[in-house]
């Protein structure tokens, strides 16, 4: 019995669970219900607000095709309209061509009839004259051909004439206005080349030394150097005199530094001559590149810009060469500026037009095809080389930086103060002396020295001997009486030494 009774209330408790979990999903499915219906709806709500937007834009964007659709309608009328007008235009014009070319037709046929009635009345008129000036029609017109042919030759030669007047005198003023741009940009110095160095020394007591025993370290400096060393009263200064830049340049700085050393004999002579004489190699290689470089003229071949740096040591009637180039550069490269040519190119020519004179102390020669042959040798421009010939009239100028370069030159050439005659004189008959005993055999150097007033001669002890130097030099005094115009005497000193160097090791 309580058995059923369990199993009767267990039953019991089951179906009450069962219906309390029934009731319990019911209310749960009935919320989810609601939820689902108020979601439901608020989605139908929102569809129905983007509908309505949408309904909205459609109608706006109707309006807005609308208003273009007649915005074009209009615009189509109105071409219509304008071409209407231009057809209208186009038939009045049209009618009007029709009645202008009736119009000139009737002209032509009334100008075919005048030209029939001039050639009746020509006619007419020639067989009048025919038989007044009895000639034939042939005859009168040759003679009238030769009159009309006289009369424009004279006309003819008139023009040319005024028109040839008119053009010098334009290129008159274009000339002075160019050469005026051109020497008002750039101004020179006046020639400042002297024939002599003066170098101060310390004290008197140094002028003794340069002196030396009996002479022997003043002979041997102007031997070795080749110039004139003139020690006189003047305090503390002594004078080195010759007319080739160069070699008066180096012999200062020789004798400076024996003085500032304070050893002065033969041999350390020698020793410092020849150390200077080689940083003076190194000094105008530098002078020439720094030149080029500051022009901005590179690539230039070496050996030409070494032959700018020695033009720094060589003068023209008094005017330093190396100035005188510089000017010239810079005069011809204002000037082709201005006659639309190349700067450039101008400077380059007037820079090396005269780089010749930087061989002609040691070779010889003419400046110009020395020049022109060394700046062929090392690939200069055409223009440069026909620059070098044309400057002194060898060539005509082929271009425009040619001409500036030819007439740079002669300005800087010409101009108040830049060269003296007198210098040049001497320094060609000093010049000429030196070469007249250069050229005899066996002569290895020769320097003109006290002014110029004597010439030693340095042969070579393998190819004159003792007797031959008397004939030698009896021969080169002959030679320059006949060739040379010098006032006073001239003295000639023949030299000759033999020398062994050994080495104690």
């Known amino acids: 019995m309580i058995e059923i009774v369990a199993t009767v209330t267990a039953v019991m408790g089951a179906l009450a669970s069962y219906m309390f979990v029934k009731n319990d999903n019911k209310k749960q499915f009935k919320h989810h219900e609601t939820e689902a219906k108020a979601k439901a709806s608020a989605i139908a709500h929102e569809a129905e607000h983007l509908l309505q937007e949408a309904k909205i834009e459609i109608k706006e964007h109707e309006v807005e095709l609308e208003k273009k659709f007649q915005s074009r309608v209009l615009e189509v009328e109105k071409q219509k309209t304008e071409l209407s007008l231009e057809l209208k235009s186009l038939d009045e014009k049209k009618i009007e061509l029709s009645n202008s070319k009736k119009a000139l037709e009737k002209k032509e046929e009334y100008i075919e009839t005048l030209e029939e009635e001039k050639k009746r009345e020509i006619a007419n008129t020639v ?70 160095n003066i170098i101060n020394l310390p004290s008197d007591e140094h002028k003794g030394r340069i002196i030396g025993k009996e002479g022997r370290n003043i002979k041997s400096l102007e031997q070795l150097l080749g110039v004139d060393i003139i020690i006189d009263e003047t305090p503390g200064v002594i004078i080195v005199s010759n007319f080739n830049l160069y070699r008066r340049a180096i012999a200062t700085r020789t004798i400076q530094l024996l003085v500032e050393d304070g050893r002065i004999h033969p041999g350390r002579i020698e020793e410092v001559h020849k150390k200077v004489k080689n940083e003076f190699e190194q000094k105008i290689l530098e002078d020439g590149e720094n030149i080029v470089v500051e022009l901005g003229l590179l690539p230039m071949h070496e050996e030409l810009m070494k032959l700018l740096g020695r033009m720094k040591y060589r003068a023209s009637y008094g005017q330093n060469a190396l100035a005188h180039t510089l000017e010239v550069a810079k005069l011809a490269s204002l000037m082709a500026a201005e006659m639309d040519g190349d700067p450039k190119l101008a400077l380059r020519a007037g820079l090396l037009h005269d780089i010749g004179k930087a061989l002609t102390q040691e070779v010889g020669g003419n400046h110009v095809d020395l020049g022109a042959d060394i700046c062929r040798r090392y690939g200069e421009h055409p223009t440069v080389i026909n620059a070098i010939y044309a400057h002194h009239g060898h060539a005509e100028p082929d271009s425009v930086e040619s001409a500036a370069v030819c007439a740079a030159d002669t300005l800087s050439a010409s101009r108040p103060g830049a060269r003296r005659e007198v210098l040049e004189s001497f ?33 070579d002890a393998g190819q004159v001997n003792d007797s031959q130097i008397t004939v030698l030099s009896k021969k080169i005094a002959k030679e320059i009486e006949n060739k040379v115009q010098y006032p006073g005497e001239i003295k000639v000193t023949v030299i000759r030494e033999k020398r062994e160097v050994n080495y104690a090791r």
């Open 427 to 459: 320094t060609k008959r000093v010049k000429d002396i030196e070469k007249i005993a250069k050229t005899q055999k066996g002569v290895r150097d020769a320097y003109a020295i006290n002014a110029g007033r004597e010439i030693r001669i340095f042969v």
């Open 127 to 196: 067989s009048v004259l025919e038989k007044s000036a009895s000639m034939t029609r042939d005859e009168a017109k040759t003679y009238l051909l030769q009159q009309v042919e006289e009369q424009s030759q004279l006309e003819l030669a008139q023009l040319i004439r005024k028109y040839e007047k008119e053009a010098h005198k334009e290129a008159k003023a274009k000339a002075d206005y160019i050469i005026s741009q051109a020497v008002t940009r750039y101004s020179g110095e006046f020639a400042g080349e002297r024939l002599i």
